[in-house]
């Protein structure tokens, strides 16, 4: 059984400034991560994906993240954030194995981006 | 390339009666999950078709629940006698023919709200 947590449910964040949301996994096979973007009241868009290699991932929009086995660890990072970046932002993970397709969310990061 | 569609956005349903979801996959992509968002909760799988079978239902509740991936048509998700604890959104994703490192397109979503 796989399991995300999601450490903080809201982020406020001004204008141009860094950003961080943290995503833990446990997972007992290796897995594959995601990132996924939502907008409101619209689906979800996958902002990264991390599958094998390198452990720095870079994404759409400027984001990027990093994968950490040994902290089972895969946060997602941006320099300086826009207005436009306000949304929530789910991380996910399934296994790497055949057959391995069931998408496992947290429970999502609402971003708010002050101006 | 039209991406995931999922018709209708909005539906509103009274206690008892029957709500129908469609989703129609990307084109060339012929396998078909559906997820459900609770509020404040992130995605939960609830099952996984392709074309003609249910290959994991294992996220469907036992009853009242129920999918199909017709040869021709989209995917329906049918909840019967909806109850007010099956407000949420319903989230349809596609992928392609590839087994092992698939990314999973979603939907808009349909958001069910029962009275």
């Known amino acids: 059984a796989q399991s995300v947590t999601q450490l903080d449910s809201q982020v406020p964040v001004f204008e141009e400034a860094p950003v961080e949301l943290r995503c833990n996994y446990s997972?007992?096979?290796?897995?594959?991560l995601f990132w996924y973007v939502q907008y409101p009241n619209q689906g979800l868009q996958l902002l990264l994906k991390y599958l094998s290699g390198s452990t720095l991932v870079k994404g759409i929009n400027g984001f990027e993240a990093e994968f950490n086995k040994s902290q089972t660890s895969f946060h997602l990072r941006k320099p300086s954030v826009h207005i436009s970046d306000t949304a929530e932002y789910f991380c996910?993970?399934?296994?790497?194995?055949?057959?391995?397709?069931?998408?496992?969310f947290g429970k999502g990061t609402k971003l708010s981006v002050i101006p | 390339n039209a991406g995931v569609m999922q018709n209708p956005r909005h539906l509103v349903r009274r206690r008892g009666q029957e709500a129908r979801l469609r989703c129609s996959p990307m084109?060339?992509?012929?396998?078909v999950y559906w997820y459900r968002q609770l509020p404040e909760e992130g995605l939960k799988f609830m099952v996984y078709?392709?074309?003609?079978?249910?290959?994991?239902e294992s996220g469907m509740p036992k009853e009242r629940f129920s999918a199909e991936f017709p040869k021709e048509g989209p995917s329906i998700l049918r909840i019967q006698q909806v109850v007010r604890g099956d407000s949420a959104a319903y989230f349809c994703a596609s992928s392609p023919r590839t087994v092992k490192k698939e990314t999973q397109y979603f939907g808009p979503g349909t958001r069910l709200l029962v009275l």
């Open positions: 997972s007992s096979v290796s897995v594959y």
């Open positions: 084109k060339g992509h012929s396998h």
């Open positions: 996910a993970v399934s296994g790497s194995g055949a057959g391995s397709y069931q998408l496992t």
């Open positions: 078709l392709q074309k003609e079978n249910i290959i994991d």
